[in-house]
């Protein structure tokens, strides 16, 4: 699979972390206003270190990860106290992609059993939950016509998370100074 270690090579984020290419990016929205930074590369491959280093954000406001692997599929992460709520673009990432096999262990979903060769020929799903933004102003109606839209690449769909949320300049900057 790939993403199984977290070896890094190169300085930005259009690092390879085991042939995993991509970005995570925190987002915390505190006294009206979204903040946008840069998640350490091995949040692509390494569902505890995306949760670890967001939870080390502690913030009185709402925090939240948005990774973007491959290009293929997006996670978002919120951390909580009873542990993290997850949503996984794509379920079926979990038979290529370590990390999406970790949030769907840590959602209690099995990985489908899906033949790797056969991938192309099935419509992919989400798994997770579909209003882990709601409260922040991303109705789970609207969060699942974005994932549905399985003709963007992830991170067009995580560019219409941001704008609908109003951080779309923000994001921009930090994949502009991280060279996506």
């Known amino acids: 699979m790939a993403g199984a270690g977290a070896g890094v090579s190169g300085s930005n984020s259009n690092d390879v972390v085991d042939g995993v290419e991509g970005f995570a990016v925190a987002v ?3 006294d009206a206003a979204w903040k946008v930074t840069a998640l350490k590369p091995d949040a692509l491959t390494d569902l505890d270190a995306a ?3 967001l939870r080390d954000l502690r913030s009185a406001g709402a925090v939240f ?7 293929e599929f997006f996670i978002v992460i919120r951390p909580a ?5 997850m949503l996984l673009s794509d379920a079926t990432a979990g038979i290529d992609y370590d990390v999406a096999a970790d949030v769907l262990d840590a959602l209690n979903v099995d ?3 899906i033949d790797p060769d056969e991938l ?3 419509d992919p799903w989400e798994e997770g939950d579909l209003g ?3 409260d922040l102003g ?3 109606a609207v969060m699942g016509v974005i994932v549905g839209d399985t003709d963007l690449y992830a991170d067009e769909q995580i560019g219409m998370i941001a704008a609908r949320l109003g951080f779309a300049d923000e994001l921009s900057r930090v994949l502009d100074s991280l060279g996506h």
């Open 138 to 140: 991303l109705p789970d």
């Open 132 to 134: 882990i933004l709601s």
């Open 28 to 30: 915390v929205r505190e």
């Open 120 to 122: 192309d020929d099935v």
């Open 111 to 113: 990985v489908p059993d």
């Open 65 to 71: 990860g948005l990774l973007d692997v491959d290009e």
């Open 51 to 53: 949760e670890r280093q």
């Open 81 to 85: 106290p009873g542990g993290a709520r």
